[in-house]
């Protein structure tokens, strides 16, 4: 069930925003943007200085600075795309985040995209790629893991379900590739967090991660099981 104000972008519609695309930028506020079917995109502008799409936080848009953050959901299906400079989920404190991506043809294009559970937030901060959707990206980094905050958490599933980063992965969540989803990167780290200990857990035949350059694990753990390959 959608809760709070809900954007949908669908039947081919275009949409650009001029700067920043704010998706429940103040504590206690809750949002949805739909960008759903094959032509329907929704834009933020790369020109301008703002060039961010904030999924669950990012203040009102008019300060610079923002300290809390809200709830909120961006899901691109069924071919839909979105396409910004730089992409954050959950920013802020009491931020939560969900960004998924669903269906084949459907795609998220982001040069970097962070992740993470706001400080105080009861429910994980997550990013989901499913039933074909893809992101592609240049980097990524996540994190949240706090005392009182559960991690955020990664998830790509199914088969043709892709994630291609062209540089640094760095994992401070944890992500799970299974029924043969596949994310490729240049570099990958797991472990970006000093309480909780990261997990990158692969499973079932046809799912993959891919380091073309090299990976590191600190302070985290790696499990490969059921056919997955690493």
């Keep these: ?40 995109e929704l834009n933020v502008a790369r020109a301008n200085g703002g060039n961010t799409l904030f999924v669950g936080g990012g203040g009102n848009g008019d300060a610079a600075l923002y300290i809390y953050g809200g709830d909120g959901t961006l899901r691109i299906e069924n071919g839909g795309k979105a396409d910004a400079k730089t992409t954050r989920v959950g920013a802020g404190q009491l931020a939560k985040g969900t960004l998924v991506v669903t269906g084949a043809g459907s795609l998220l294009n982001t040069d970097n995209l962070y992740l993470e559970t706001g400080l105080g937030s009861t429910s994980s901060s997550t990013v989901t790629v499913s039933d074909g959707g893809s992101i592609t990206s240049n980097y990524v980094e996540t994190g949240g893991d706090f005392s009182d905050t559960p991690g955020a958490r990664i998830t790509v599933t199914g088969n043709g379900s892709k994630w291609v980063n062209t540089g640094d992965f760095v994992l401070g969540g944890d992500m799970t590739i299974e029924n043969g989803g596949a994310v490729t990167t240049s570099t990958a780290k797991v472990g970006n967090s000093s309480i909780a200990e990261n997990t990158l857990y692969l499973t079932d035949a046809g799912s993959s991660f891919t380091a073309t350059d090299k990976l590191t694990i600190s302070d985290g753990n790696l499990s490969v099981a059921n056919g997955a390959q690493l």
């Design 1 to 40: 069930k959608l809760q709070g104000a809900v954007l949908t972008i669908n039947s081919g519609a275009d949409v650009t925003v001029g700067d920043r695309m704010i998706i429940a930028g103040n504590q206690n506020s809750q949002a949805t943007v739909i960008v759903s079917g094959a032509g329907s």
